[in-house]
Each structure stands twice: as structure tokens, then as C-alpha cells.
């Protein structure tokens, strides 16, 4: 079930992005992204849209995204046991129906966020240097005027 993110939810969120980050980035240090934990938590607090995948009868967040004021996708993130499942395509067609243009950040190492990305109609459209991370930052964004048909995984059935 797909829904609106609370505050309760935020706790779990934090835990989901740490472990999603670290993995996806083997050469960033740990540290790096626990000193972003507070970005983290004022930019899903402000965030125009922020949904959350829940599986089963538990009702915590096993995935979520969020978006902010600017159509940035800042956030999409999946818990490892529901990775595979279609529940990241699940929130992204969701998000994609509220905004018809959005744009994500990531480093140039998220092989698997930029293919996911790619999936769903994001295309690269900039490089910048990230001298923190030691690697390029990329911008993809995604316009629905430019996206033919959904592409990626069945999303399942909510």
C-alpha cells in the first residue's frame, strides 16, 4: 500500500536511506552520509510529496520517496527484503503522476540508481564535480511529455 509519509514513519526512512546510501557507494566513507542525516531528516520534513511503500500488516515503511518544492526527486528508497518486488517502480509511477517534470541527483558510482533512473525515463543532463564525495555528481530529469509509456517493473497491486 502506497501512502502518504508521516512523522512516525521518519525514523524508519532515516534507517532506509543510511543503509541505501552507504550500500550504493562503497568508496564514500560512512561518515559522509552520517554527517548528512540532518539534511536528511529537514528535507523530508519540508518535502512537497512523500509517500511510503508499507507491505503486510506491520504498516512501517518498507520503501518511500519524496520530492520536493522544486520537482527534485530528493529521496527513493527500498528496504533490502522488498527490493525486486516493483515497489520502487510502484513509488516512482506514484510520484510521477503528482509532477510532470522531476530531476534526481547521484553520484556517478549508483550504477543501480542510474540504471533504476534510466528505467523510468530519466535521461543524464549534467555533470558536476562532488569534491566531498571524490566523484562526479549527476543530474538525470524526467519530462512526461517526453516519456512515450511507462517503462520498468509491473508495479504490484495496491
Same mark, same amino acid.
Not at 515497489?87 to 556517478?108: C, D, T
Not at 516519456?147 to 508495479?155: E, S, T, V, Y
Given at each position: 500500500?502506497?501512502?502518504?509519509?508521516?512523522?512516525?514513519?521518519?525514523?524508519?526512512?532515516?534507517?532506509?536511506?543510511?543503509?541505501?546510501?552507504? #550500500?550504493?557507494?562503497?568508496?564514500?566513507? @560512512?561518515?559522509?552520509?552520517?554527517?548528512?542525516?540532518?539534511?536528511?531528516?529537514?528535507?523530508?520534513?519540508?518535502?512537497?510529496?512523500?509517500?511510503?511503500?508499507?507491505?503486510?500488516?506491520?504498516?512501517?515503511?518498507?520503501?518511500?520517496?519524496?520530492?520536493?518544492?522544486?520537482?527534485?526527486? #530528493?529521496?527513493?528508497?527500498?528496504?533490502?527484503?522488498?527490493?525486486?518486488?516493483?515497489?520502487? %517502480?510502484?513509488?516512482?509511477?506514484?510520484?510521477?503522476? %503528482? +509532477?510532470?517534470?522531476?530531476?534526481?541527483?547521484?553520484? +556517478?558510482?549508483?550504477?543501480?540508481?542510474?540504471?533504476?533512473?534510466?528505467?523510468?525515463?530519466?535521461?543524464? #543532463?549534467?555533470? +558536476?564535480?562532488?569534491?566531498?564525495?571524490?566523484?562526479?555528481?549527476?543530474?538525470? %530529469?524526467?519530462?512526461?511529455?517526453?516519456?512515450?509509456?511507462?517503462?520498468?517493473?509491473?508495479?504490484? @497491486?495496491?
Amino acid at each position: 500500500m502506497i501512502r502518504q509519509a508521516s512523522r512516525a514513519d521518519l525514523e524508519r526512512m532515516e534507517q532506509l536511506w543510511l543503509y541505501s546510501v552507504i #550500500t550504493a557507494h562503497p568508496s564514500v566513507p @560512512r561518515h559522509y552520509w552520517q554527517s548528512r542525516l540532518g539534511d536528511f531528516r529537514r528535507r523530508c520534513k519540508v518535502s512537497e510529496c512523500s509517500l511510503v511503500y508499507t507491505a503486510g500488516k506491520h504498516r512501517s515503511a518498507d520503501g518511500f520517496a519524496a520530492v520536493d518544492r522544486d520537482g527534485a526527486l #530528493t529521496f527513493l528508497c527500498v528496504t533490502p527484503s522488498e527490493a525486486g518486488h516493483g515497489i520502487g %517502480s510502484a513509488l516512482m509511477e506514484a510520484v510521477k503522476r %503528482s +509532477q510532470p517534470q522531476l530531476e534526481a541527483r547521484l553520484l +556517478q558510482e549508483n550504477l543501480l540508481g542510474r540504471y533504476f533512473l534510466q528505467q523510468h525515463g530519466f535521461v543524464e #543532463t549534467e555533470r +558536476q564535480p562532488n569534491p566531498a564525495a571524490g566523484q562526479a555528481e549527476i543530474l538525470m %530529469s524526467y519530462s512526461a511529455a517526453n516519456d512515450p509509456a511507462p517503462r520498468g517493473a509491473q508495479a504490484p @497491486r495496491m
